[in-house]
């Protein structure tokens, strides 16, 4: 047996040096959805200032941070992270990153948007699947789901600082915009840095030792990697299709319940971001390890099935609006996206993993970006019929993940690999 694999086998890493791994790799998700929230945010300011055309507002969903460009920068980056290791890519992208940004900080007319919003989405996407990967490959194998869930928490803390930010900073108009960008961007350079120190991952290095090492793209189009693709893409495509709507939905719920002022709104969002990271850290986070993870998933689903066909069935109201958002905050929270990380990083050899997540990262991305366009149709359907499109689109996210779900709790993925063949 090699030193490395022996390495594997009883890791020297020291708890808290796994730990910090976790959460410097995991500021990927803090960046991303961030850079999300921050670009729907500021998206008033720029049609106010640059004067844009529906036309052109519709590209920016389309190709942003949410959608297509974060999906290219996925398919990209995962290919090159399996190639040339995880450290080169999810260091060197955050410079990237921090140019994309800064067209965005100093923009002073419409094309600098566009590109800028571009450029941010391909470094995103390019940095997910390097970092989940790094996380799960790093992480000691009886507590995988529990540093995943940390990438998660990093998710929902990046919208509630943008969302405060940009209530301090309203006052300012668009130069608070550029103030929130700033941040995005010194944070990812200040990444950069730091990430420097980290060491590649032990099992991608173990992997390119073995003589018959191999990372040919058509390996991962066999049957069986081509059916782990279509469960998690599938169960995940649906989720992200009923949040990518419920961007134009939410709104409409604080604005009916009683013409809520812009802080009422933003404290409601933020408290359902609350509500998601205590979801994360009390149920993901400590029970994804050691339970039934077919059975935690379902639970996740059937809550936000709940949730939504709430809104489908009742009037509106002020205590119903509440009820919906506790119940989807805190199903979110142990749900698809938290168990579409873990199971990415789980169901894929190593030096096909990062390959394996970013084409399923793309398939979700690109079909959210193509079906943006078609999200102002279907608000005009009227509210309880998109209500019920949304809950079905939960619905089948949920029957997906539970016909399909692994049960690799507490495996490492040596013997999880073994399992599979």
Request: proline fraction near 3%; charge should be positive.
């Amino acid at each position: 047996m090699s030193s490395r694999a022996a390495t594997l086998e009883a890791p020297t890493t020291t708890d808290a040096s796994a730990w910090k791994n976790t959460i410097l790799a995991g500021l990927a998700n803090y960046i991303d959805a961030g850079s999300i929230v921050a670009g729907a945010a500021a998206l008033a300011l720029w049609m106010e200032t640059y004067r844009l055309s529906n036309t052109l507002v519709g590209v920016l969903g389309a190709f942003g941070p949410n959608a297509i460009s974060a999906g290219v920068g996925a398919l990209i980056g995962g290919r090159l992270c399996d190639l040339l290791g995880r450290k080169r890519i999810y260091q060197y992208d955050m410079l990237f990153y921090a140019f994309g940004m800064l067209w965005l900080v100093f923009a002073a007319s419409a094309w600098m948007v566009v590109l800028g919003f571009f450029l941010v989405g391909l470094a995103v996407g390019a940095d997910i699947p390097a970092s989940w990967s790094l996380i799960a490959e790093q992480a000691p194998d009886t507590e995988r789901g529990k540093h995943s869930g940390v990438a998660q928490v990093l998710w929902y803390m990046g919208p509630t600082v943008v969302l405060l930010l940009f209530l301090v900073l309203s006052p300012l108009g668009l130069l608070g915009a550029r103030i929130v960008f700033a941040h995005l961007a010194i944070l990812a350079v200040a990444l950069t840095f730091l990430r420097a120190k980290m060491h590649e991952s032990e099992r991608w290095l173990e992997a390119q030792e073995r003589p018959a090492a191999r990372a040919r793209l058509r390996d991962l189009f066999t049957r069986q990697h081509l059916k782990s693709m279509a469960f998690l893409a599938g169960m995940y495509v649906f989720w992200n299709l009923w949040a990518g709507v419920n961007g134009f939905f939410f709104p409409y719920i604080l604005r009916t319940v009683g013409n809520q002022t812009q802080a009422t709104a933003v404290a409601v969002q933020c408290l359902s971001f609350l509500i998601g990271m205590g979801s994360i850290a009390f149920v993901f986070m400590r029970l994804a390890d050691r339970v039934n993870q077919r059975l935690l998933f379902l639970a996740s689903a059937v809550i936000q099935v709940i949730g939504m066909a709430l809104l489908a069935l009742f009037p509106l109201t002020l205590p119903l609006a509440i009820l919906h958002v506790f119940l989807m905050a805190f199903g979110q929270g142990f749900g698809a996206q938290s168990f579409f990380q873990l199971w990415s990083a789980e169901m894929f050899p190593t030096l096909l993993r990062s390959t394996a997540q970013g084409v399923m990262f793309a398939v979700v991305r690109v079909s959210l970006g193509v079906f943006s366009f078609f999200v102002p149709a279907l608000t005009a359907t009227g509210f309880t019929t998109l209500a019920w499109i949304l809950t079905g689109f939960l619905f089948l996210s949920g029957l997906i993940g539970f016909l399909g779900a692994p049960r690799n709790e507490g495996k490492s993925l040596e013997e999880i690999a073994a399992a599979r063949g």
